[in-house]
């Protein structure tokens, strides 16, 4: 029999509420012995009564009680809601009389994990409560919402049934047929696998955006010393976050911010100047600075338009590049000059900020992005899933090959296997401890 | 009829669960509205739904939303709260649709406000509330959970009503006698008032421990440069908060720390060592210890024991002293001697610091103090209470000269009445927009 779990589910500080969430079989019990009840609380009916310490009968807080009942509660098991009033010191204090009181304290995503232990959500599901907390943006959140309300959870299990229909097709001729399989079953089967195949590799293709609506576009700005790559910076936050000065080589660390575009959030990230300099702190920052442009999705050039610079901008590392012409306003007419493609802008006038979040969003993306399109597409959004799509991939590649090469079907049905374990392990069907403590740890205390 | 108002009550920050709270006669339309709902939700009932724009239908979490029915909630109107998913970008979206669907942001403390205006609770029970959220200590707390469960209001609803017993009685003979007050009859209500007044006196008395309950105690560490001073700080905290070296004058700028000594926050600040200096900065420092000293209620003087100096400490303002005779380990037979009254510490060992705690608490509330005792004792926490009261003590003051005077039975109603106005201030029964601006404003939002 599982314990009972207790944590603060609120943020900590100071805040008008608290919620103290218990679960496990012990927590009704609890619930009635800190506030001293005799009777059981009617599930799912919020109950305005006292919290006291039952050692000293003191009174901690006015509270209101919420029972949910196994299953039909977030972990599956019996939860408790405590609501009090915010603070430091009460939060704590009736969390404390709960672990006194027969609970242990929850490790983080631990009522998660028991929601997903308990077969309410598969993994997929449990993932997406930790992406729909941290999101930031619209289209991260509507994603992670999508991910907990089961549509990768579906996709996958619907892959995963064309797959098992497969292979009893295949272990039902090694039953109970002596002959080989002819031709044109060779043929339905490989059709079968090439498609199973071709939605594992739409999905895994989908991490690339999905990877961008999950954790936003770093876009790392760059360029000369006094381009103006710091008046572009606030030009876009809208503030005047990095300190800006005529003086080439102001920046010297990395500055970063992010601002929400279309719902999409690009990550910033000011860095130091190009040049040789003997500034040891500022030479430091150009180090960092190149750091940062290796793992960008996107650089933005800014170029200083009234300086003779060449218009081709850099292109060192695989990251693409859009070319940033700033202190347009000193030149207007420049921006009708054909060999500048890139945005024209003006930092101290405020012009053709937006156009830089279009472009990056364009680049990246690969067309005009908006909130409202993303929802409808299916995309995976982590790392952990596109591995194991890409082995299913991997495996029913292998299985093509048998069937290709017409061998027998039990060689085929070894790779199909693999291929439904590796299916199994995104939604958690077939899955180690490992794999459970490195999703979990990742979350909040609470959750 | 009063709008509807809506904010997040928990704080803010990143946790598992988040709820906004809405208040007023649309939050049942709002909350149907936004969930897609045709019926009203079932009050006190936690339902499991979705949240979702209505302009869209875009949805944008699952949610918990329970419903309190006028007038039984937190404001004494129809309120409806909203429990989701923990983080920066949900509790914010939910919100703003509930501001698109007909609620107004909440101001600072207004749920609170609305419960006393609806004349579910009274003016000291709502300053409860913020003290509640703020308290630390368990001192601190109790007391605030006594004012809210109204032993405050209770108390001196009590008093008014022997107030207006007395001046009925009064009035009476205005009304029905001719005659002048007879000598006993003075007497009895000199006895009256005599009796009301001790009772205010002692309330207006509490505050001197009442303040500190809620507030602490501010304790100076004070002395000479390099006698250990920064070494007690990090003693009593347990943590190496101040930076410690053998260099006299290594503490400039003062530094505040609180520890909680049985159930009593004690706000230490270290200050810069007393010396002349010629070090500009050093002496900003002992000027801010020497205003640290002015504000503080207890002075820890502490003296290097194996320095010869003077073993009687100063003694410049008010503030009591408690000698903290350190360095102990390095003459231990010191102690032994009559001249040196105080504690004796070793920072270095973390011998005697728990005896500075206590002797802080005895020389300040001038007892044994512990957390339980104090709970038993009506205190006042607030100086607007403190003024309210002694401000009716004056006003009874003044009653008793007119009685004593034997004086007509009108002269000695209009200070009673100023006695009873001045008591209404304080449960909020008769006051002014600026006092509960006052208030309210001091509150977080969404409480």
């Known amino acids: 029999m599982e314990d009972t779990i207790a944590a603060i589910a609120t943020p900590a500080g100071v805040g008008g509420l608290a919620v103290i969430r218990i679960s496990g079989p012990k927590s009704s019990d609890i619930a009635q012995i800190c506030t001293s009840q005799s009777a059981s609380y009617e599930p799912h009916k919020a109950t305005f009564t006292h919290f006291l310490d039952p050692r000293t009968n003191e009174q901690i807080d006015e509270v209101i009680i919420t029972c949910f009942q196994a299953p039909k509660s977030f972990t599956a098991e019996d939860v408790v809601e405590i ?256 060999q500048y493609q890139g945005v024209f802008t003006s930092a101290t006038e405020l012009t053709g900020i937006a156009e830089i979040g279009d472009a990056v969003i364009e680049k990246v993306l690969g067309r005009h992005h908006n909130g409202a399109e993303s929802s409808d597409t299916m995309v995976i959004t982590s790392e952990r899933h596109r591995k194991a799509l890409q082995s299913a991939v991997e495996s029913l590649e292998k299985a093509l090959v048998s069937v290709e090469n017409e061998m027998p079907s039990e060689f085929i049905v070894v790779d199909l296997r693999d291929a439904l374990n590796s299916l199994g392990k995104l939604t958690g069907e077939t899955t180690t401890d490992d794999i459970l403590n490195n999703i979990f740890e990742k979350f909040c205390i609470g959750k």
């Open 83 to 338: 609501s009090c009033h915010g603070g430091h010191y009460i939060a704590k204090r009736i969390l404390q009389t709960t672990l006194d009181n027969g609970a242990r304290l929850a490790e983080p995503g631990e009522f998660t994990k028991r929601a997903f232990l308990n077969g309410r959500i598969d993994l997929t599901q449990a993932e997406a409560v930790s992406d729909i907390i941290a999101s930031q943006t619209e289209t991260s959140h509507q994603t992670a919402l999508q991910q907990l309300q089961g549509q990768l959870k579906e996709k996958v299990v619907q892959i995963r049934q064309d797959l098992i229909d497969t292979v009893s097709l295949l272990e039902l001729e090694l039953d109970f047929s002596e002959e080989e399989i002819d031709k044109t079953h060779y043929n339905e089967i490989n059709e079968a696998i090439s498609e199973i195949k071709s939605t594992c590799e739409q999905l895994v293709d989908s991490y690339k955006n999905g990877k961008i609506y999950r954790n936003g576009i770093l876009a790392a700005i760059v360029g000369k010393p006094n381009a103006g790559k710091s008046s572009i910076l606030n030009a876009l936050l809208q503030e005047e976050r990095a300190l800006v000065s005529e003086v080439p080589g102001t920046t010297r660390d990395t500055i970063e911010e992010s601002i929400s575009h279309n719902g999409i959030e690009i990550r910033l990230v000011d860095t130091a100047g190009l040049r040789t300099s003997d500034d040891t702190i500022e030479s430091m920052g150009i180090s960092r600075a190149e750091n940062v442009m290796k793992q960008a999705d996107i650089l933005l050039h800014v170029i200083d338009i009234n300086e003779e610079t060449d218009p081709e901008p850099f292109q060192e590392n695989g990251a693409p590049v859009i070319p940033i012409y700033n202190k347009i306003d000193l030149a207007p007419d420049r921006a009708k000059e054909s």
